[in-house]
């Protein structure tokens, strides 16, 4: 994937955080923001609405606040570079906080979050998007999926880690069903009359996560991002997989905490793994199993390292249009 981002002219640290991130995303079995949307990576940064050189523009407001210009830059990219701020200004404030300004889709927000959960601080990531979720009582969308990531560090395992859009599921994750031509699950979407709909071609909007608690944690969401950064809203954000000459003004949102300013880093890990290990002995309904949030993403990372990424044929397709070789690379 790097050679073929090399032959566009990408620069290294773009390439490098859009490739991690999809890969992790993909390790943890979110498909929807995985190694599926390489190629409409690929195609936005050959069209130009991404920037493949972008010259990022950071302003410090406050000792714990900033601002970044992302320059159009690639979502992944931006969204590394401003949590390294956040962390930086947590080191010598106790927290951070950066907005980021003109940006695009930055894949999963747990690519961030957990950033900061690795070296012992609470981690937050949110970003804006187009408007693709049902308002509450209206027959159409004005708020985008407006996914939050909040992390924290555990004793003797990988971070928490809630990842989780606003909406009950991602677009993206309608847009796999419409390749396979498969139903949606009840509760999934809306037709353009405002009514449940399973046909995923006929699917114009998502049902919030939890109905209007859903939707007002998406409105705050946008709050964070496209109201601080001074960017377009959901409804005036342009669609992420048409128009694609069109520029989208993506705005994320991101926090650091030290948490040492509580309580010993060492008691925080040491509380929130009992907790968790707690929750995970209660008893299970049926042959369910009892879990915290990230422990399917964990799961599932151990499986995939050992058994590989899993891909749908068309997809597959799509890779081999970039670059014919990718076939070796994905099959070895």
């Known amino acids: 994937m790097k050679t073929t981002l090399r032959d566009l002219s990408v620069n290294d640290d773009s390439a490098f955080h859009m490739i991690e991130s999809v890969i992790s995303a993909s390790l943890r079995g979110t498909d929807s923001h995985g190694i599926n949307l390489f190629p409409h990576y690929w195609k936005v940064l050959k069209i130009g609405r991404v920037n493949k050189n972008p010259q990022f523009k950071f302003q ?79 027959k159409t969308s004005f708020f985008g999926t407006n996914p939050i990531c909040i992390t924290a560090p555990l004793e003797n395992e990988e971070p928490l880690c809630l990842d989780m859009a606003t909406s009950q599921v991602s677009w993206n994750k309608i847009r796999i069903y419409r390749s396979l031509d498969k139903k949606l699950p009840e509760g999934w979407a809306f037709n353009k009359e405002g009514l449940p709909e399973t046909d995923p071609h006929a699917a114009v909007s998502l049902n919030p996560a939890g109905d209007y608690k859903g939707f007002g944690l998406g409105l705050i969401v946008e709050i964070f991002c496209g109201i601080l950064a001074k960017g377009p809203i959901g409804h005036d954000i342009g669609p992420m997989f048409t128009e694609l000459e069109k520029k989208r003004s993506i ?42 949030p990230g422990d399917p993403e964990k799961a599932s990372t151990i499986e995939r390292l050992e058994s590989g990424i899993p891909m749908e044929e068309s997809r597959f397709g799509e890779f081999l249009e970039l670059n014919p070789n990718f076939s070796k690379a994905i099959i070895q």
């Open 60 to 138: 410090r407001t406050k000792p714990s606040l900033g601002i970044l210009d992302a320059d159009f830059a690639l979502g992944h990219h931006a969204g590394a570079v401003a949590m390294d701020y956040t962390m930086q200004l947590a080191s010598e404030a106790g927290s951070g906080f950066v907005v980021v300004k003109d940006s695009t889709h930055f894949g999963a927000a747990a690519y961030f979050g957990l950033m900061p959960a690795q070296k012992n601080l609470i981690g937050l990531s949110f970003t804006n998007a187009d408007a693709l979720v049902k308002a509450e009582n209206a």
């Open 251 to 292: 705005s994320h949102f991101f926090g650091a905490i030290d948490l040492s300013q509580f309580l010993p880093a060492q008691d925080f890990k040491n509380r929130l793994q009992n907790m968790v290990d707690s929750i995970r002995q209660l008893t299970p309904v049926g042959g369910a199993k009892v879990m915290v």
